[in-house]
């Protein structure tokens, strides 16, 4: 097995990726999960799955529940599935629209949202009428568009407790003749909730 820590944030060199299909960055994958709160029973959607490395992540730590992954890209779902072969795990992967998708899966205790097309409020409302109650609901966005509707969407449900905003902010050191520097990657806005 390529990783068989218990840790979230496996490093991005062990992931296949390609150049149009978005990865989470290991360290923002290590405080989603850390977000979602999971027990190894819990089943989770993974909405915008892109490369599928919040996915396998998912799959690690829910190994007696189950994890779904869901994009409107089929390469990008392609690649997922070729993650999930790599690592070893599996999950159930969905092309499509999540509008559309989320009616056809179960209740789960965790969504994380990584992509919303456009339709953040929409999404918000129907993932959160799709967590068990006690479950937890993780959005991660770094266009202010969508920060802005999905912390007003959050805000002003009935149905969420425990809001939580972090932004993350991460530099990276890169090693040169002379030294070491340090570049900035966009920073990213973690929203984190509990169903009532």
Same mark, same amino acid.
């Given at each position: 097995?390529?990783? &068989?820590?218990?840790?979230?944030?496996? $490093?991005?060199? *062990? *992931?296949?990726?390609?150049?149009?299909? $978005?990865?989470?960055?290991?360290?923002?994958?290590? #405080?989603?999960?850390?977000?979602?709160?999971?027990?190894?029973?819990?089943?989770? #959607?993974?909405?915008?799955?892109?490369?599928?490395?919040?996915?396998?992540?998912?799959?690690?730590?829910?190994?007696?529940?189950?994890? *779904?992954?869901? &994009?409107?890209?089929?390469? +990008?779902?392609?690649?997922?599935?070729?993650?999930?072969?790599?690592?070893?795990? =599996?999950?159930?992967?969905?092309?499509?629209? +999540?509008?559309?998708?989320?009616?056809?899966?179960?209740?789960?205790?965790? #969504?994380? #949202?990584?992509?919303?097309?456009?339709?953040?409020?929409?999404?918000?409302?129907?993932?959160?009428?799709?967590?068990?109650?006690?479950?937890?609901?993780?959005?991660?966005?770094?266009?202010?568009?969508?920060? =802005?509707?999905?912390?007003k969407t959050v805000n002003e449900s009935n149905f969420l407790e425990d809001i939580?905003?972090?932004?993350?902010?991460?530099?990276?050191?890169?090693?040169?003749?002379?030294?070491?520097?340090?570049?900035?990657?966009?920073?990213?806005?973690?929203?984190? +909730?509990?169903?009532?």
């Open positions: 097995m390529i990783w &068989d820590n218990k840790t979230p944030g496996i $490093p991005d060199e *062990f *992931f296949l990726r390609e150049e149009e299909v $978005p990865i989470t960055k290991e360290e923002v994958r290590s #405080i989603v999960i850390s977000k979602l709160r999971l027990k190894e029973t819990n089943s989770v #959607i993974d909405i915008g799955c892109g490369s599928g490395s919040i996915t396998v992540e998912l799959c690690l730590q829910c190994q007696k529940g189950k994890v *779904f992954g869901v &994009d409107l890209d089929l390469q +990008a779902v392609n690649l997922t599935k070729k993650n999930l072969e790599q690592f070893k795990v =599996y999950a159930e992967i969905k092309q499509g629209d +999540a509008m559309d998708i989320l009616e056809s899966l179960p209740f789960v205790d965790g #969504i994380v #949202i990584g992509g919303t097309t456009g339709r953040t409020e929409e999404l918000i409302d129907r993932s959160i009428n799709k967590l068990n109650n006690g479950g937890r609901l993780v959005i991660t966005t770094i266009l202010i568009e969508t920060m =802005y509707k999905a912390m939580d905003f972090t932004q993350i902010i991460i530099s990276k050191g890169r090693r040169t003749k002379t030294g070491t520097m340090l570049l900035a990657r966009n920073p990213v806005l973690v929203i984190s +909730a509990t169903k009532k």
